[in-house]
């Protein structure tokens, strides 16, 4: 099943670790009727995976060069804060996966393209900061997914070849990243499908965590 002995396993986290996706959906969808605007989900979806800094361009593009997006950041944020502010969810299967891997002595990373203190603060409060030797964030690399530099930096850190290391992503951008620095990337789809281009670059496609889990227990050695 895998294609080198399994050194390290790299998480991103948004959508696969944590379950926010949808969070971010609403609350972005919440500011643009703050500001009398429309944002269709089809726009919301082409955002999933892709760093704060290129969606900002992307809702500048949206709404026109004399739209307050530092205002309306803000308005989002406090709502992302707001529907956070109880608990952070995890995903279903996330603890019983990362048990399974302390158990067999594989150290994990997260890779996200969340900045880092959202990432540290989530983590933490999701209890699962603990569980990650190294956590490499979209502001500790120059480029930002597709393009590989997060998940390289992050085998750098635990001094692991990306060849050895499987790589868990839901988003295409994700995943397109992690198959270009060359690891085992398997995919955990949550709000979208990958692409064909996207399939033809995964290892594997599981349903969910609780398939990770079956998975890693049938082939880990």
């Given at each position: ?6 050194k390290?396993?790299?998480f ?12 971010y ?28 800094v290129?969606c900002n361009?992307?809702?500048q593009?949206?709404y026109?060069?004399g ?9 989002y944020?406090a709502n ?13 299967g996330?603890v ?16 996200t ?10 983590l933490g ?35 692991v ?11 295409n ?18 709000l979208?499908?990958?692409t ?5 670059k ?7 965590m ?12």
């Amino acid at each position: 099943m895998f294609r080198k002995p399994v050194k390290a396993a790299l998480f991103d986290m948004d959508g696969l670790l944590i379950d926010s996706e949808a969070v971010y959906i609403v609350a972005m969808q919440a500011a643009a009727r703050h500001f009398k605007r429309e944002m269709t989900l089809d726009f919301c979806h082409s955002m999933v995976g892709i760093p704060r800094v290129e969606c900002n361009v992307m809702l500048q593009e949206l709404y026109g060069e004399g739209f307050d997006l530092e205002e309306f950041r803000g308005v989002y944020s406090a709502n992302v804060q707001e529907a956070m502010a109880e608990r952070v969810p995890v995903k279903a299967g996330v603890v019983e996966v990362l048990a399974l891997l302390a158990e067999r002595g594989i150290p994990c990373g997260v890779a996200t393209s969340a900045l880092r203190d959202v990432a540290e603060s989530h983590l933490g409060r999701a209890g699962l900061r603990k569980h990650f030797a190294t956590l490499v964030a979209r502001d500790d690399v120059e480029r930002a997914k597709p393009f590989p530099d997060i998940y390289l930096e992050a085998a750098r850190r635990l001094d692991v070849p990306p060849g050895n290391c499987l790589a868990f992503e839901d988003s295409n951008p994700g995943l397109t990243a992690a198959h270009a620095a060359g690891t085992m990337a398997i995919m955990v789809p949550d709000l979208l499908q990958p692409t064909d281009e996207v399939r033809a670059k995964c290892l594997y496609i599981a349903p969910d965590m609780a398939s990770v889990e079956r998975l890693l227990r049938e082939h880990l050695r």
